[in-house]
């Protein structure tokens, strides 16, 4: 039984901030100016597993950073978007091209610059640690922290509305 107040049936779509959502809100500073993100080993499962079953996974930030861009493109994810400084023009992009309405994409944010990248989808999510202006928007808060399981939080609910989560053939990868 899913938590979330919403037709996750509908979801064909699924759109990640990066910083605070994917990765902690908190970023290790290399010597040399660069930054050390970590990622969630359960959400990155969860993201292949939905890329297998149909599911379309963007990421979109503004970071100027594209550090990540390797691990993502590992997991399979080939829509990443850094440099964001308006999300809404990419995301609406991104759903234009994969012929996709506001009601079939979710999309989690955990702070201001996604607030109206968010407001152009139907289900909004933001990790329990995401700032109050987006939790005062978000229509599901993940009881997980960004970086902590929010991809495997939202995507396995997703995936077991659809009857797909855990399917029979999930052992075999």
């Not at 702070?111 to 109206?116: A, E, T, V």
Request: charged share 25%; glycine share 8%.
């Amino acid at each position: 039984m899913s938590r979330i107040d919403y037709d996750l049936t509908l979801i064909k779509g699924v759109v990640f901030d990066m910083d605070g959502v994917l990765s902690g809100s908190t970023v290790s500073v290399r010597e040399d100016g660069t930054l050390q993100r970590t990622s969630n080993v359960k959400d990155g499962y969860a993201i292949q597993y939905a890329l297998r079953h149909g599911l379309k996974i963007a990421v979109i930030s503004g970071a100027r950073d594209e550090s990540m861009l390797p691990a993502y493109r590992s997991l399979g994810i080939t829509d990443v978007f850094f440099r964001c400084a308006r999300k809404t023009e990419t995301l609406s992009a991104w759903m234009a091209a994969n012929k996709l309405n506001r009601e079939e994409v979710a999309f989690a944010g955990d702070d201001i610059p996604d607030i109206d990248a968010m407001a152009m989808t139907g289900l909004t999510v933001v990790p329990r640690d995401g700032a109050n202006e987006v939790k005062a928007i978000a229509r599901y808060i993940s009881p997980a922290y960004g970086g902590n399981g929010v991809a495997r939080d939202l995507l396995s609910q997703i995936l077991s509305a659809k009857g797909e989560w855990m399917a029979p053939d999930a052992s075999e990868w």
